[in-house]
């Protein structure tokens, strides 16, 4: 099995000879486009049957193989769309009351995760009251000391954490078992029993083919029109966080939510190994984020009374990740071109006042040190992901932000930005190495380098201001460190700009947009 996967995923097609053993994969050679089919349903594993059992002779439970139908005249709506076709052919096939949600690139890694949830869901005294049971998002390629930040190692284990307490986790789109009526719209009441031995439709008696066809008009495209779907039942439609404003809408109808943290992963899956991907991936989160802030969804808005007020500040964390942009740039480029003008931002270093902005810095930074270590983290890992939230803040979530503006204004359409985890074998060795990954021309790094280029200048410019007046280093102290420290995470920027030779540095279109804009943002803050 692992080898036919492997081989499967190294080509990019179902190989010829599985493709002409299963009727489903055969359909794909009569489509012209993957975005105008018909749908495409095969039952390939009938749990019904009595033939259908393993090596060991034990029950194998029903696969099926659905590709929802879509044509250009209709939005597919992405994940979300996906998602509720697969409730709708699961609730016809075997309406099992608990539903499994994964992202394509995860494979469970805890054979365990299963019991553990549904000791959740069969609690006799608050077991009634659980929508659905979230596990940490944990990847199996991630390195040592996290090039890119990617095990998001801080969020998963302690403000997720966090959420629980509040009231419930956010559902965060994998890796989450789900009671199946929350997900159709079901309200919470006190009142409500599952009834777990009714309600699923392993003993029918239709034909596989028959259950087949029947199921086929449930993944249409004309289905949901004029229906619930993707507004009051099912995943919600037109957000790029499709899981985030869905549990936040079933825990507003009254269901709990639990986050379970086991001593084995339970579910693994493929990181971003690129800076690029990290990136596009959390301008998705960010500008899916503040478009739930921006709506009807809106936590403090719709959340009051039906969630707790420290829930709602939980979600708004996320929320106003975009937003959060402003308050970057404005830390890694105003004080660096105070700086080259030798205006002073904070007090003398000889001035008692000017010890709290030390304290205050130290003490967070501590704090965030000893958070990330106490989760298993290194010293050099924390670094690492201190750089990475400055990319993110100054490049993420700055076009998070504009984009979502835009969108409010009615200037631009929403899309939904797939986050590429294939690369070629150099690009691995680099990730495997801890080499920062460049390479590609992006707005983006036009961005980050201008931006590292302009606090190099400012740098120079203010030792050179320190060397002829000894007195500027009293004044211009905590700018001085605060642009060092900022140099100082750049360092991989500055390796790709000059020093690399690999396919994998800057771009020289980018080192010259860089310098020149750098040069320019310098010269006018001077003069």
């Given at each position: 099995m692992k080898i036919r996967i492997e081989t499967t995923t190294k080509f990019g097609r179902v190989p010829d000879n599985l493709r002409q053993q299963h009727k489903g994969f055969r359909e794909w050679d009569l489509v012209s486009s993957?975005?105008?089919?018909?749908?495409?349903?095969?039952?390939?594993?009938?749990?019904?049957?009595?033939?259908?059992?393993?090596?060991?002779?034990?029950?194998?439970?029903?696969?099926?193989?659905?590709?929802?139908?879509?044509?250009?005249?209709?939005?597919?709506?992405?994940?979300?769309?996906?998602?509720?076709?697969?409730?709708?052919?699961?609730?016809?096939?075997?309406?099992?009351?608990?539903?499994l949600n994964v992202d394509c690139d995860m494979y469970s890694n805890n054979s365990k995760s299963i019991r553990d949830a549904l000791c959740f869901f069969l609690d006799q005294e608050k077991g009634h009251e659980i929508a659905y049971v979230q596990y940490p998002q944990n990847f199996d390629n991630i390195t040592q000391n996290e090039i890119y930040g990617n095990s998001l190692r801080v969020i998963m284990e302690v403000e997720l954490s966090?959420?629980?307490?509040?009231?419930?986790?956010?559902?965060?789109?994998?890796?989450?078992?789900?009671?199946?009526?929350?997900?159709?719209?079901?309200?919470?009441?006190?009142?409500?029993?599952?009834?777990?031995?009714?309600?699923?439709?392993?003993?029918?008696?239709?034909?596989?083919?028959?259950?087949?066809?029947?199921?086929?008009?449930?993944?249409?495209?004309?289905?949901?029109?004029?229906?619930?779907?993707?507004?009051?039942?099912?995943?919600?439609?037109?957000?790029?966080?499709?899981?985030?404003?869905?549990?936040?809408?079933?825990?507003?109808?009254?269901?709990?939510?639990?986050?379970?943290?086991?001593?084995?992963?339970?579910?693994?899956?493929?990181?971003?190994?690129?800076?690029?991907?990290?990136?596009?991936?959390?301008?998705?989160?960010?500008?899916?984020?503040?478009?739930?802030?921006?709506?009807?969804?809106?936590?403090?808005?719709?959340?009051?009374?039906?969630?707790?007020?420290?829930?709602?500040?939980?979600?708004?964390?996320?929320?106003?990740?975009?937003?959060?942009?402003?308050a970057m740039l404005y830390y890694v480029v105003v004080p660096s071109l105070c700086l080259l003008k030798g205006i002073a931002l904070f007090p003398q270093i000889s001035s008692p006042w000017v010890l709290p902005f030390p304290c205050v810095v130290l003490a967070n930074r501590a704090y965030s040190l000893w958070e990330f270590l106490s989760c298993g983290g290194t010293l050099q890992g924390w670094w690492n992901e201190q750089r990475i939230w400055m990319f993110k803040r100054t490049t993420s979530y700055l076009f998070g932000f504009l984009s979502t503006i835009l969108k409010q204004l009615g200037l631009s359409k929403a899309t939904f930005a797939v986050t590429e985890k294939v690369v070629d074998e150099d690009v691995s060795q680099r990730y495997e190495q801890e080499v920062m990954e460049f390479g590609t021309k992006s707005p983006m790094f036009n961005i980050i380098a201008t931006?590292?280029?302009?606090?190099?200048?400012?740098?120079?410019?203010?030792?050179?201001?320190?060397?002829?007046?000894?007195?500027?280093?009293?004044?211009?102290?905590?700018?001085?460190?605060?642009?060092?420290?900022?140099?100082?995470?750049?360092?991989?920027?500055?390796?790709?700009?000059?020093?690399?030779?690999?396919?994998?540095?800057?771009?020289?279109?980018?080192?010259?947009?860089?310098?020149?804009?750098?040069?320019?943002?310098?010269?006018i803050a001077m003069y």
């Open positions: 993957r975005q105008d089919h018909q749908t495409i349903l095969q039952i390939l594993i009938d749990g019904r049957a009595p033939e259908a059992v393993d090596v060991q002779g034990q029950a194998l439970p029903t696969l099926v193989y659905l590709a929802r139908e879509k044509r250009p005249q209709y939005h597919h709506n992405f994940k979300a769309g996906a998602m509720n076709a697969l409730i709708r052919v699961s609730s016809r096939i075997s309406n099992g009351p608990i539903i966090g959420f629980d307490g509040n009231g419930g986790p956010c559902y965060i789109g994998t890796g989450c078992f789900h009671r199946r009526e929350t997900l159709c719209g079901k309200k919470y009441s006190k009142e409500f029993k599952a009834e777990w031995r009714s309600e699923n439709n392993r003993n029918s008696k239709e034909s596989s083919c028959a259950l087949e066809e029947s199921c086929k008009s449930l993944a249409s495209c004309a289905f949901e029109k004029n229906t619930e779907w993707g507004k009051e039942m099912g995943l919600k439609y037109g957000c790029a966080v499709e899981d985030i404003i869905t549990g936040l809408s079933i825990q507003c109808r009254g269901w709990k939510s639990v986050y379970f943290i086991p001593e084995r992963k339970a579910f693994l899956g493929v990181a971003p190994t690129t800076l690029m991907q990290n990136l596009i991936q959390h301008k998705r989160w960010s500008e899916g984020e503040f478009q739930i802030f921006l709506s009807k969804y809106c936590l403090l808005v719709y959340g009051h009374k039906r969630i707790p007020l420290k829930l709602q500040l939980s979600y708004g964390i996320y929320n106003l990740w975009a937003p959060n942009s402003l931006l590292a280029m302009l606090n190099l200048l400012s740098c120079t410019g203010a030792i050179k201001r320190v060397i002829v007046d000894k007195k500027a280093l009293d004044i211009l102290a905590l700018q001085m460190l605060l642009n060092g420290l900022l140099v100082c995470l750049n360092l991989p920027v500055y390796k790709g700009l000059f020093f690399r030779k690999d396919s994998g540095r800057m771009p020289p279109s980018v080192t010259l947009f860089s310098i020149i804009f750098a040069l320019l943002a310098s010269t």
